[in-house]
């Protein structure tokens, strides 16, 4: 794929008219690296929040041997790309002909579920045409835990409660080799204090059920650098945990497991979007809703913008921007922060789009088309480069918290 410096070649040498995603292989392999390095665990991407084959291949080659799948495409699509991973479907609501060919088809043996419904339908079909059961299970048990300190919940879907769990754990001993307790404190947490009131909950729960446990999967929740989101260090996170790991009562062998999505891949993407009309402080741009910028619009999420002009010379000002299908409801908010005389045919780069974003693209109104090139300058902010957000960003943000 042909390579840029920056968004600003890729507007002088092809003045799009179409969005472009822009792909920054370095910086999703130094977060990789990071985490493979100081993590005090298994670290294993959860491919729903960018599933591109390049990223998943820069993360192996980083060395992320483990993968969240949470459908059966999801399993297909990376067993296909590395016959080697460690795949463990992690969806606690599945079909149980996805079960079924995950484990036979595909090797996978980690799965996770929060009812007794669900560990039968896993149990059922994983036997052999004999009716005997797996031997060789690794069951994690999903546990309810609060959201509170996270930028989007994650606490109502999934989970079963602290009540109801030790006699879920138990059954679930009996059906598998290994036993896990997974949790997620819900995406982009902002404190790691998430994660140790998390695992004072596991802790509850190891107590009540009274079994061995081998796993403790601290999911995902890892956050990113957003304008207004700016969490401490990462290595504050993987401290705490490690300490309160340490201090369950747990098998002497137990692992330690985490699902990091956002915080490995937020870094990987930007996008180009093109102005095509201005109204006051709003501005039709060619990408919205329903394209990369689904959280911008359905969340208000904040993300960082730079206008790619060089004759614009006004003072930064708010703007809301308005997505390219006929939908109200393609209304992104911001504010985005962006010089007072920008106009029809500029063009913006939209950062940290590499987790749920570029990959939420649909082509609903026949939009969604447009390239995907690589470029090899800095992402807007990062978590892994010993600073954060970019100043020319994080000056002129308004924290909307
Ligand atoms: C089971 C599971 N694991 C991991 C993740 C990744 O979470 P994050 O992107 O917040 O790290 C998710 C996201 O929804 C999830 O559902």
Request: net charge negative; hydrophobic share 45%.
């Given at each position: ?41 298994t670290v294993m991407y959860a491919v729903k929040a960018n599933p591109s084959p ?119 001993r009996q059906h598998c080799d290994a036993l896990g307790i997974c949790f997620h ?217």
């Amino acid at each position: 794929m042909h390579s840029y410096p920056d968004a600003r070649s890729v507007v002088r040498h092809l003045s799009p008219d179409e969005p472009v995603i822009l792909n920054r292989p370095h910086a999703a392999a130094r977060g990789a690296r990071f985490f493979v390095e100081k993590f005090p665990g298994t670290v294993m991407y959860a491919v729903k929040a960018n599933p591109s084959p390049d990223l998943i291949r820069i993360l192996w080659d980083q060395g992320v041997t483990h993968f969240d799948v949470a459908s059966i495409a999801e399993v297909r699509l990376v067993r296909e790309l590395l016959p080697e991973a460690k795949l463990c479907f992690m969806h606690p609501v599945k079909t149980a002909s996805a079960v079924r060919e995950a484990y036979f088809a595909h090797g996978v043996r980690t799965f996770s579920l929060d009812t007794h419904e669900e560990l039968a339908k896993i149990v059922g079909a994983t036997s052999n045409e004999a009716g005997e059961a797996a031997q060789d299970l690794n069951l994690l048990v999903r546990l309810r835990v609060s959201s509170e300190h996270s930028e989007l919940s994650l606490a109502s879907k999934f989970g079963v409660d602290l009540v109801d769990a030790a006699s879920l754990l138990q059954a679930t001993r009996q059906h598998c080799d290994a036993l896990g307790i997974c949790f997620h404190v819900g995406s982009q947490a902002m404190t790691p204090f998430a994660y140790v009131q998390a695992l004072e909950r596991v802790r509850a729960a190891i107590a009540d059920a009274a079994v061995t446990v081998d796993i403790i999967d601290v999911g995902g929740g890892f956050p990113s650098s957003y304008p207004g989101m700016e969490p401490p260090p990462l290595e504050d996170y993987f401290a705490l945990i490690h300490r309160h790991f340490e201090a369950l009562p747990i098998s002497y062998s137990a692992e330690l497991w985490a699902e990091p999505g956002r915080a490995l891949c937020a870094e990987y993407s930007s996008i180009i979007v093109k102005v095509e009309k201005r109204r006051g402080d709003e501005l039709y741009i060619n990408d919205g809703a329903y394209g990369a910028l689904f959280d911008a619009a359905h969340v208000e999420w904040r993300f960082p913008v730079n206008a790619l002009e060089d004759d614009l010379t006004q003072p930064l000002e708010e703007f809301a921007f308005y997505g390219p299908t006929c939908d109200d409801a393609d209304y992104m908010k911001g504010p985005f922060m962006l010089p007072a005389d920008i106009q029809a045919g500029d063009y913006i780069e939209i950062g940290m789009l590499g987790a749920y974003g570029a990959a939420m693209k649909t082509r609903f109104n026949g939009f969604g088309a447009g390239e995907v090139l690589v470029v090899e300058d800095e992402p807007m902010a990062s978590l892994y480069r010993g600073d954060r957000v970019d100043p020319r960003v994080s000056d002129n943000v308004v924290s909307l918290r």
